[in-house]
Structures are given as C-alpha cells and as structure tokens.
C-alpha cells in the first residue's frame, strides 16, 4: 500500500474520532493501521436503537481504487442474521462495498471514503428492516404485514441481548446463568439459572474490547430507553414464545431463538448495578496509584489545581470545584445557575468518577441534586460530549454547555431522560411542562437537601 494511502486512511480515522457524530466510532491496529474496527450505534426509533453494532474491516493495498472489506461481528458468533443485507456470516451486501448490485451510480468510487461506508451500513438499520430484501419493498399482502411486524418485534428483542446486553456482560466478566435467557436455538444450554452472574475466569474472558468504556458510558445514559423499550413490550409478547422465520431466512443465516423480557430486563439492571460498583471502584483504586505516587495521580491533581486556577482568573462564579477527600480521581462539582438563564438561582452538585486509566477509559458524571432535565437521565447521569477528552478542562466545559444549552439541536442520541425529551420537542403546551419541570426542580435545588 502506497504513503499517500496510508495518509488517506490515517485522515479519514481522525475525522470520524474527532467529528460530532455520536453515532460512529473507530479504532485501529496499532501495528497496521489497515485494519479498523467500527461500531456503529442503532439509529434512534428503530428495533436497531441503542445497540452497538461492531464491525471489522480490511483496507486493501489497492485502496482507494477499490472499497475496504467489511465484515459484521455483531453476529452471536455466526448465529445471528441481524438485517437481511446483513448475514449472519458476516456478509454485508451494499453496492458501495462491490457486494450487492446497485443502481447506477451506487457503486464505490474513489471519492467515498470510511466514513460514507458507515453510513450507508447505519441505513440498513432502518425502521422497517423487512423491506431491505430485494423484492419486499412492494410487499403489501396481509401476510407480508404481519411478517414486518414479527421482523421487528425479533429484532428488537435481539438488539437488546446481542447487541448491548451480551458485549458489557462479556467486558465485565458476567456470565449470565441459563437458558431462560432469550438464547438463540443453536446458543449452549450448559448455563444452569440461579437469577445471578458469575465471574468469568482469565482464560473464558475475550479478547480485550476497544469500545469497552464507550459501551459502558452509553449504557448508563441509554439505560431509561432500554428499560422503557423493555417494558413497552414486555406484556405484550410472551415469554418463551418463539422467533417467526422471514421467507428470506434460509438454513444458517436466520434469526432464531424465543423471547424473554423479564430475563433482558433482570440483566440490564445487573448490568448498571456492575457498571455502577465498577466505577465508585476507582476511588479505591485511585488512591493506590496516589499511594504508588504514579504519574497519572499527579498529573490530575495538577488539572484540578490549574482549572480552579483559571476560574479564579476568570470570576467565573458559576463553577466551584473540589476534590473529594483529596483524591484526584473523584472532584465535587458544583453548579450555580447563572442568572437570567432557565438555571437562575439553582444550586446543582455533581460527582466526576475519573479513572486511573484516564483518558482510555473517560470519566463518569453523576447528579447528586434531582433536575429535570434533557441531558440528565432518571437516573442521574449526565450525558455530556467534550471537544477534547484528553484534558478534564475540556469535560469541564462541556458540562456546563450540557447543562446551559437552551436551545439543542434535536439529537435522540444526546438526551438521555426519555419524559423530558418527550415534552421538550413536543407542542407548545407540552414545552411549558418541560419548562416548568425544569424550574420546579431549580427552585428545589435552593432549598438545599
């Protein structure tokens, strides 16, 4: 492979890591940067929302001439067709990737690049998958819609347990006990279940998951969605009923298997109680590695000191800062709604869990003082997106824009409080609620605890 190839592939990589869109993400080889590992999040009000959808490719050394090799991983180890152009070898059939025939200037050029590839993957996750099938576009019979309806309703079910559930329990050594779990029909039925996990042992763990804390940071804010989807459904299908076969499944490319929300909800909790103990964990952690008078201890106490420093500088008033029983791995952050903002007079206080494996693994923000509002989940954690997320400065600022922005672009993938989104960007009437929500819980957090 040509310098000038290279150099392309290196750009386009920064581009998609250092771009807006919360709906990519890329990672390399450190010995060959030809291979690349995508993911790929399910599109907002689709079977596919909120999942992670991973995904290995292979640049040739005839790039950009010819496109990249795309294989899906996300695929229950070759159990699990996910979209009917998405097979559960790992086939992706796209004209852009000279895997599919298309229309007329639908194959690849020279011109499309990573980024564009992951688009038009994302497009496959659609609202209604069933029609992806080359002639079922068309399909209007009563079968036909019913089939659509059983294509959904599998997906979704699947989305939660392939593609978000199963990739955090396998990073953080959870192993799910049980064939009452929604298991695929070829799935192993060893598990016995008891209603817990286990500890996976060094050699049962994979490989390690570069997306790891990014799954782990967007499962704490999507949490309310998966719960509510979970619950949206949960009476209505019941369990152990099993997966209806599409007419474009054939032997060893289906979706297989039988529904269990009860079992998908138990594990999502799990989930967030393990993600939740993993990170108070830090603090524990972070005083070791201030004990061992490591680097990344001193070089955080060196942050906090120089960010309060230029908010000192600044009058900047509406931020106090503090470390939590001097450790450099957990900061008080308090807020104090500026004045003639829809936060006047609110007195907010967060705590930022810092990793001592900053910044491969970003911090956490929790909530401490109930808000209603768009950014923070019912749960208490704070969605936010830093312009940089190698300098605590940066994650700083971003929470206060999180917190400030009265009018955001309207972005599923970035309010994480399902009833505020709802009245946020509905009617007039139901932008009052919202608004007087918010207040309420302004004047609340003045009162104090």
């Not at 494996?357 to 109930?370: A, G, I, K, L, S």
Request: charged fraction near 30%.
């Amino acid at each position: 492979m040509s310098d000038q190839a290279i150099l392309r592939i290196t750009r386009e990589i920064k581009q998609i890591q250092q771009g807006a869109d919360l709906s990519l993400a890329v990672a390399y080889d450190d010995s060959d940067i030809r291979n690349v590992c995508a993911l790929i999040l399910g599109p907002p009000d689709t079977p596919y929302q909120f999942g992670f959808f991973e995904f290995a490719i292979k640049f040739g050394n005839d790039y950009p001439a010819k496109p990249p090799s795309v294989r899906a991983l996300t695929t229950n180890k070759g159990r699990c067709r996910f979209n009917p152009n998405i097979y559960a070898s790992g086939k992706v059939c796209l004209s852009i990737l000279g895997t599919w025939r298309g229309h007329p200037g639908e194959e690849w050029s020279s011109a499309q690049g990573l980024e564009s590839i992951l688009i038009s993957i994302q497009s496959l996750l659609s609202n209604n998958p069933y029609e992806n099938e080359p002639g079922y576009e068309n399909a209007h019979t009563a079968e036909d819609k019913e089939w659509k309806v059983s294509y959904v309703e599998k997906i979704r079910h699947e989305n939660l347990r392939i593609a978000v559930i199963e990739p955090l329990e396998s990073s953080l050594g959870i192993l799910p006990h049980g064939s009452t779990s929604a298991v695929s029909e070829r799935a192993s039925e060893d598990d016995d279940d008891d209603g817990e996990g286990q500890t996976l042992s060094e050699d049962d763990k994979p490989v390690v998951d570069q997306f790891a804390d990014l799954r782990k940071r967007r499962f704490l804010w999507y949490f309310d969605s998966y719960i509510q989807a979970i619950d949206a459904v949960d009476s209505d299908i019941s369990r152990k009923r099993k997966f209806q076969r599409m007419p474009f499944e054939s032997q060893g490319n289906t979706m297989d298997g039988h529904f269990d929300y009860p079992e998908l909800r138990r594990r999502v909790v799990l989930l967030r109680e393990k993600i939740i103990c993993e990170t108070h964990n830090w603090l524990s952690e972070g005083l070791g590695v201030k004990k061992q008078e490591l680097s990344i201890a001193s070089n955080l106490q060196r942050q906090y000191e120089q960010i309060v420093e230029d908010l000192k500088r600044q009058k900047n008033f509406a931020v106090d800062l503090e470390l939590v029983d001097t450790n450099p791995f957990l900061w008080a952050f308090t807020y104090f709604g500026r004045p003639m903002s829809h936060l006047d007079g609110g007195i907010f206080r967060f705590k930022i869990y810092i990793s001592p494996r900053f910044p491969d693994e970003q911090p956490r923000v929790f909530v401490e003082t109930p808000i209603f509002h768009i950014r923070v989940s019912r749960e208490g954690v704070l969605c936010y997106s830093p312009r940089r997320t190698d300098e605590m400065r940066y994650h700083i600022e971003a929470i206060v824009a999180a917190l400030e922005e009265e009018s955001p672009p309207y972005d599923p993938r970035t309010t994480v409080h399902p009833e505020a989104t709802k009245l946020f960007w509905g009617s007039t009437e139901d932008r009052k609620k919202y608004n007087r929500a918010l207040r309420q819980s302004v004047e609340k957090s003045a009162e104090g605890p």
